[in-house]
């Protein structure tokens, strides 16, 4: 079973700095790791696929990289819509098996 | 436009059952799998199962055989979860999401399992 780590659990940054956000897999998962956004009482918003790939209507300031077992999801300036949590997420397709990691909350300092 | 809409929030006594649908519009139904996913209160994110609108065929995480049963129906663009045997700790938010993965999600429905 592939277990995802997140790093750091919290980040305290400022409207305008750049964000990082880790997330490792506790084996190879390729490039099949995803990143979300969940703002407090909404759902979950797909912003990156397969590694690096902005899902439809995400702005280019998120860009996600990686492979293997070590990614990072970027923000280049943070904007104040973007305090939020960030989980990322990996999937088998057979057999199906979807992994969250525990997110990191992106907060205002 | 592409939407998932859940049915309302349930409040339910321990031991019970519970059915929660997703109707999807604005996209081929039986082209996208669909996923259930649920979220305990202040919790993350914990992926249930999955279903293929077009055939019928699930699959469900672990913890959740033998409890869980996903099902469609076609003639409404519908998937429907049923989780039998509630306990307190099956209080959560849980959200239909379209498509491996996972680009829309239904707005999430609350199920309270209270005594």
């Known amino acids: 079973e592939i277990v995802l780590t997140q790093s750091p659990a919290t980040l305290s940054l400022s409207p305008g700095e750049r964000a990082t956000l880790s997330c490792r897999a506790s084996?190879?998962?390729?490039?099949?790791l995803d990143w979300y956004q969940q703002k407090p009482g909404q759902a979950p918003r797909l912003l990156i696929y397969?590694?690096?790939n902005r899902a439809t209507g995400i702005p280019a300031r998120f860009s996600g990289s990686g492979s293997g077992t070590d990614f990072t999801l970027t923000i280049s300036s943070l904007e104040a819509e973007d305090f939020a949590i960030y989980y990322c997420?990996?999937?088998?397709?057979?057999?199906?098996?979807?992994?969250f990691g525990p997110g990191t909350k992106v907060d205002i300092k | 436009q592409v939407q998932l809409v859940q049915s309302g929030a349930e409040v339910k006594k321990p031991g019970a059952s519970v059915k929660v649908s997703c109707k999807a519009s604005?996209?081929?139904?039986?082209?996208?799998?669909m996923h259930w996913v649920r979220q305990a209160p202040g919790q993350g994110l914990e992926w249930m199962g999955i279903?293929?609108?077009?055939?019928?065929?699930?699959s469900y995480a672990q913890k959740f055989q033998g409890r869980v049963t996903m099902t469609r129906d076609t003639s409404t663009n519908t998937v429907y979860m049923e989780l039998s045997s509630l306990k307190s700790e099956d209080t959560a938010v849980y959200y239909c999401?379209?498509?491996?993965?996972?680009?829309?999600w239904g707005q999430g429905t609350t199920i309270t399992v209270s005594s």
């Open positions: 084996q190879s998962v390729s490039s099949y």
């Open positions: 997420h990996h999937r088998t397709n057979w057999p199906p098996t979807f992994t």
């Open positions: 604005g996209y081929t139904f039986t082209s996208y799998y």
């Open positions: 397969d590694a690096s």
């Open positions: 999401a379209r498509d491996q993965r996972m680009d829309v």
């Open positions: 279903i293929n609108p077009s055939g019928g065929s699930t």
